[in-house]
């Protein structure tokens, strides 16, 4: 019978990724259109240009910011992770 020794840091905290899905999700669904969810994000750039695009379009343009907080709340944590965090994807 072969007896396993137990790991060391078995009960030490599991270091935490920061997950920012929901706050940048409801934030681009309410205030899409003045790119807050791209800031939070740290995409500053790309929140300037949302925020010029929705002036240039009359508000039209703050449909690409609700629809980015649809598809940041529809994908896995670490999906969402992957892509707009560790991978730094701007748009969609």
Excluded at 2 to 16: A, C, G, H, I
Excluded at 70 to 79: H, M, P, R, S
């Amino acid at each position: 019978m072969e007896v396993t020794k137990p790991r060391e840091d078995w009960n030490q905290p599991q270091p935490q990724q920061e997950n920012k899905k929901v706050i940048a999700g409801v934030m681009g669904i309410l205030f899409g259109g003045l790119g807050v969810h791209k800031f939070i994000l740290g995409y500053v750039q790309e929140g300037i240009l949302q925020i010029v695009i929705t002036i240039i379009t009359c508000g039209v343009g703050s449909l690409v910011g609700f629809i980015e907080g649809i598809v940041y709340l529809t994908k896995t944590d670490q999906e969402f992770y992957e892509t707009y965090q560790m991978n730094k994807r701007p748009w969609f």
